[in-house]
């Protein structure tokens, strides 16, 4: 079986040396998504392990290692902030969609000319918010909408960790009100909400999505994008707001790649980890990171540090690094346990990390799982110089509990291609209008030119070129998630 699974995120690119391009090229696969390709350092020589870093009981040596646990712990963190700093802070930023706690949905057709992300995803549009959880809770308002319409509204902490959904999955298509804490608040739930989720950390990002039938359709979507809304806890109960959180100097967001080499990430993990209270599972790697000078809150001085302390923090930022990588390696693109919640990843911070470069801000694998074909049933890369077939077996349709896509994308840019009839992807929505093959089951037709009009209700039009296929499976059955079915090999249809 020739596919990958790739994970999809925020729209935070980067570009680094490449390491392998073929994983760099499936690294995002939803629109305004970008997946953060692994680059590799080669490290200095170590340090000695009894050379004093002018802080005291610390080697060179441990303060390598705890640079290196503090790299891979916060390198989630840091993304996270990026995005949040580009969308929700600095305001001459062209991302920046608006304050805390409000929602942002972008509803839109993609099509060949939209450009600015790779691989578009015209199945789901996008809501995104983050959630300032320290003076008070919020609670996010959701609309009931039709039971076979899926949604998603997926909360993920400062860590990246999936701690709750809210979604057809999760919670039902019946709306509701549901109330997000951060881990200060003791306070008493209102009457009137429908359930509570508590985040580990005071800044939490929500990624929302809709699921869009057909362009008639988005008129719908953009309602229902419409009726999503956030309040505040007192604003929800309409009494006087509580003092609001100390106001922050927000420090500048680093570009992700510099944040591979450049000790500014350890000041910026610094700055983070006040808005993560230490779990109780990590409270001795928190000492150890204090040990070095990582203090929640307080200044990281880069600038003044002992020298051989510096080169300890390369190291250990090398370390680190290269650990990703290797890890991103041997995965060999098969990345559903690199996301989850706490009790999923068991404080994995490799994974973590991991799936952070791979493609921060994916679902958790039973919320939504993403192969991607890019060669056929020989191994041969997909070329739209030729014609391909994916057949689905009699009975044999993506056991999904919401809906399958596949959609085209040209290569090496990950974009939609133009083609005469304005198709770039079919989903399980348009079952309806596709032809079934004689025994029952489903043929697809892959190609650049018409497979003819008796076949043009399964033709998926490729471009003249390279090109690969991206999956989409929102929320997996057993089946799927156990292995039992696999999606189907791409066949070359002979001349």
């Given amino acids: 079986m020739h596919n990958r699974q790739i994970r999809t995120g925020f729209p ?5 040396g490449p390491r392998w391009p073929a994983a760099a090229r499936l690294a995002a696969i939803a629109a305004l998504a970008a997946g953060l390709a692994g680059c590799s350092f080669n490290s200095p020589d170590a340090a000695s392990g009894s050379q004093s870093v002018g802080i005291e009981g610390v080697t060179a040596q441990q303060a390598r290692g705890i640079a290196r646990e503090a790299y891979l712990y916060g390198t989630p963190m840091v993304a996270s902030y990026q995005t949040m700093y580009a969308f929700n ?3 001459n930023n062209p991302q920046y969609k608006g304050p805390f706690n409000t929602v942002n949905s972008i509803a839109r057709v ?3 000319e939209d450009t600015a992300f790779v691989t578009p995803n015209s199945d789901t549009p996008y809501s995104f918010a983050v959630l300032d959880l320290r003076a008070e809770p919020v609670v996010i308002t959701v609309p009931p909408m039709e039971q076979r319409r899926y949604f998603v509204l997926q909360l993920m902490d400062l860590y990246t960790y999936n701690f709750a959904y809210i979604g057809s999955r999760g919670t039902g298509n019946g709306g509701g009100r549901f109330l997000v804490a951060g881990p200060r608040w003791n306070g008493k739930v209102p009457p009137g909400i429908t359930k509570v989720f508590r985040s580990e950390t005071e800044l939490v990002n ?3 999505r809709t699921q869009l039938f057909n362009a008639a359709d988005l008129p719908n979507v953009k309602r229902i994008q419409s009726r999503y809304r956030i309040q505040t806890l ?3 109960r309409k009494q006087r707001a509580p003092a609001p959180a100390a106001e922050v100097d927000w420090i500048p967001a680093e570009p992700p790649a510099q944040l591979r080499t450049s000790l500014e990430f350890y000041h910026q993990l610094a700055f983070l980890l006040q808005f993560a209270p230490a779990h109780p599972s990590e409270r001795s790697l928190r000492e150890r990171f204090a040990s070095i000078g990582l203090r929640p809150g307080e200044p990281f001085d880069i600038e003044n540090i002992n020298p051989a302390l510096r080169r300890a923090l390369q190291e250990g930022m090398h370390d680190g690094q290269n650990a990703i990588d290797r890890n991103r390696e041997a ?5 559903d346990a690199l996301y989850g919640d706490r009790g999923t990843l068991k404080n994995d911070y490799l994974a973590r990390a991991t799936g952070t470069q791979v493609g921060i801000g994916a679902n958790s694998r039973e919320e939504a799982l993403y192969p991607v074909l890019e060669k056929d ?4 890369p997909l070329d739209g110089r030729n014609k391909y077939t994916l057949r689905f077996a009699p009975r044999g349709l993506p056991p999904v509990n919401a809906f399958w896509s596949m959609t085209v994308y040209r290569l090496p840019d990950q974009q939609l291609a133009a083609n005469p009839i304005k198709r770039y992807l079919i989903n399980s929505s348009m079952l309806p209008s596709l032809k079934r093959d004689a025994d029952g089951g489903l043929t697809i037709h892959i190609q650049a030119e018409s497979p003819g009009k008796s076949r043009e209700s399964n033709w998926l039009p490729a471009p003249q070129g390279p090109f690969m296929v991206a999956l989409r499976y929102y929320w ?4 799927l998630l156990d292995g039992k079915w696999v999606s189907p090999e791409i066949r070359r249809v002979a001349r």
Avoid: E
């Avoid at 049933?377 to 041969?380: A, K, R």
């Avoid at 997996?476 to 089946?479: D, E, R, T, V």
């Fill in 12 to 16: 935070l690119a980067t570009s680094c």
């Fill in 89 to 91: 802070i600095d305001k």
């Fill in 110 to 112: 993609f099509g060949p």
């Fill in 206 to 208: 929500m990624v929302g």
């Fill in 234 to 236: 007192s604003a929800f």
């Fill in 331 to 335: 995965l060999d693109g098969k990345t």
């Fill in 377 to 380: 049933g020989n191994g041969q």
């Fill in 476 to 479: 997996p059955k057993p089946a």
